[in-house]
Nanobody
C-alpha cells in the first residue's frame, strides 16, 4: 500500500483544514486507515481512524466534535476534516493503513504502511 497525504498548512486558531490521504495498491474496503500526529518532542499519537469494511470511526477524546474522518471509495481517498483548530493541534500528521485487523485502532502497532506526513501549524 502506498499512501500520500496532502492538505496541511498554516491556519489561525479556530480555523479549519482538510487533510487527504490517497491510497494505492489496495481498495479502501480492504483497509483500516488511521490518522496520527506527532508534535516536536512528543510521541506519535492516534487521532482518528476509519474501518474499511463497515466505516466505523474512532476519535481521540480531545478531537471529538472537531475532527471528522471520512472515506471516498471511488477516489480511494480518506479525509480528515479538522475544525475549531487549536495551537495544540500543531503537528506533523500522518495517515497509515492496516490490511489485517477487523476494526481500526488508534494504536500504532496494527499499521504497517505509512505516508510521508503533512504539517499542520495552528497559530494563536
Amino acid at each position: 500500500v502506498q499512501l500520500v497525504e496532502s492538505g496541511g498548512g498554516l491556519v489561525q486558531a479556530g480555523g479549519s483544514v482538510r487533510l487527504s490521504c490517497a491510497a494505492s495498491g489496495f481498495n479502501l474496503d480492504d483497509l483500516n486507515i488511521g490518522w496520527f500526529r506527532q508534535a516536536p518532542g512528543k510521541e506519535r499519537e492516534g487521532v482518528s481512524c476509519i474501518s474499511g469494511h463497515d466505516g466505523i470511526t474512532w476519535y481521540k477524546e480531545s478531537v471529538k466534535g472537531r475532527f471528522t474522518v471520512s472515506a471516498d471509495n471511488a477516489k480511494n481517498t480518506v479525509y480528515l476534516e479538522m475544525n475549531s483548530l487549536k495551537p495544540e493541534d500543531t503537528a506533523l500528521y500522518y495517515c497509515a493503513a492496516d490490511s489485517r485487523a477487523w476494526e481500526c485502532s488508534l494504536g500504532l502497532s496494527p499499521y504497517d504502511s505509512w505516508g510521508q506526513g503533512t504539517q499542520v501549524t495552528v497559530s494563536s
